[in-house]
């Protein structure tokens, strides 16, 4: 579900018309809707309401310190995985004590700056980062909070490899057969609190039975954890629920819900989430302008001044993101956005960047209808792991962000200019 749609042949962002957006921004640019965002957020939290869970909205998705205000506004906490991270949930208002910090390099200097920010819990990933963050936590008179992260060997077979952190040969958390010897070494340390479990088992998660036989796995672990002394308060269930990338594809909070909530709810243990993309995907679009199209052999190029600089996703994982002009026909029926979908009396194209590698392409094989230099394309469901994986490769500034809210809108971060791509390489 999202707040953008066709109106008279010209595709709007709740109540701007994304050209109007364009025309004083320019393109490329990241275009979020306030609306979506907080529909994804509040669908979340009232599915999960049973449980009073801290949502811990993932940072990694969409990162934008505008987009952290608006959620710690409607009241989430947020899941960081860098000193940088915890920099922006501080500077958005994030209330320290509900933070959550994954990774599994913590640096010295990252715990130390999370210590002394007084975060809710370290996820922690290895018995070395356990020994590291009690060295350091003694040396600052800190008594911490410590989830362990446990690595319940699940994982959902449509999940890209690259993205499946459940499974015992990644190299996230700690085995599960690992776990109870964890607790005996560490459980009863005198400077961090050992006393939750993390899991996280990927992202995205197609349906519900991963979380299912992750969570029954996990409090087995913890009833044999309390039989030797070793009491869990907390829970984190970790993020991946999966976003609507191809129409109707993806479940809802409440399918998610449906299957978690009664897992948990007669438990007494403190529940934490980290939904990342179900909250940022379906709330940005990447506008791009036609630059110029070619053909080669028997394909069609569409070349856009976009490119996986700005949107690495479909070079990265192959990821697929529904692509089409901003502009349709005012008669004709709006495009169903969904894999496969072809423009009536369509051509079949290649969107591609203007990067020099092959790998640069926004979308495979698409019947889009005629497209002309200077037309305006979109790439929708483009909000998370969108624009902050973006990059200056080839020199090419990063693109501006905006944020619409009902009938206004503002950038939320400049477009960058030539000098930003070398400003720290001078006077150094
Ligand atoms: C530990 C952890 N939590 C939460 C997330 C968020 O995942 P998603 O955006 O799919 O919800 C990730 C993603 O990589 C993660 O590594």
């Known amino acids: 579900m999202d707040h953008f749609e066709y109106r008279n042949g010209s595709l709007f962002c709740e109540q701007v018309a994304v050209s109007d957006i364009v025309a004083e921004v320019g393109t490329p640019a990241y275009i979020y809707s306030s609306a979506t965002l907080l529909h994804h957020y509040n669908a979340i939290a009232e599915a999960f309401a049973e449980l009073n869970p801290t949502i811990c909205y993932s940072i990694k998705s969409l990162a934008n310190v505008n987009i952290l205000k608006l959620l710690a506004k409607a009241g989430s906490s947020f899941d960081v995985t860098s000193g940088g991270e915890l920099a922006r949930a501080t500077i958005a208002g994030g209330d320290a004590s509900k933070i959550v910090f994954a990774g599994v390099g913590k640096t010295d200097r990252e715990l130390v700056d999370a210590l002394d920010a007084g975060i809710g819990v370290f996820n922690i990933e290895s018995e070395a980062e356990f020994e590291n963050l009690s060295r350091l936590a003694a040396q600052r008179g800190a008594k911490p909070h410590a989830a362990l992260r446990l690595n319940p060997d699940v994982y959902d077979p449509k999940t890209h490899t690259y993205t499946a952190t459940g499974k015992k040969e990644t190299k996230f958390g700690v085995d599960i057969e690992r776990a109870v010897r964890f607790f005996e070494e560490y459980g009863s340390g005198p400077n961090v609190m050992l006393d939750g479990i993390h899991i ?168 889009l209808p005629p497209i002309a230099r200077g037309d305006l394309m979109v790439v929708f ?47 150094v």
Request: hydrophobic share 40%; glycine share 10%; aromatic share 10%.
């Open 200 to 367: 996280h088992i990927g992202s995205p998660i197609y349906s519900a039975w991963p979380y299912v036989e992750a969570i029954g796995k996990t409090l087995s672990m913890i009833d044999r954890l309390k039989e030797k002394g070793f009491e869990i308060n907390t829970l984190d269930i970790g993020g991946g629920f999966a976003a609507d990338y191809e129409t109707g594809a993806s479940p809802l909070a409440d399918d998610y819900a449906k299957a978690i909530v009664p897992l948990l709810k007669d438990t007494a243990l403190a529940v934490i989430i980290e939904p990342g993309r179900q909250i940022s995907c379906n709330a940005g679009i990447l506008a791009t302008e036609v630059q110029y199209v070619k053909t080669g052999g028997e394909k069609n190029f569409v070349i856009v001044d976009a490119a996986m600089t700005d949107l690495f996703r479909p070079a990265l994982y192959g990821s697929e993101h529904f692509v089409y002009p901003a502009a349709i026909d005012a008669t004709a029926q709006p495009p169903e956005r969904r894999a496969g979908f072809a423009a009536p009396g369509g051509t079949k194209v290649d969107v591609v960047g203007g990067v020099c590698e092959g790998s640069d392409f926004l979308a495979k094989d698409r019947v």
């Open 381 to 427: 469901s483009a909000g998370a792991y969108g624009f902050v994986m973006s990059s200056q490769y080839n020199s090419r500034p990063r693109s501006v962000e905006v944020l619409v809210d009902g009938a206004e809108y503002r950038i939320i971060r400049r477009r960058e200019t030539y000098e930003d791509t070398y400003a720290a390489e001078l006077d």
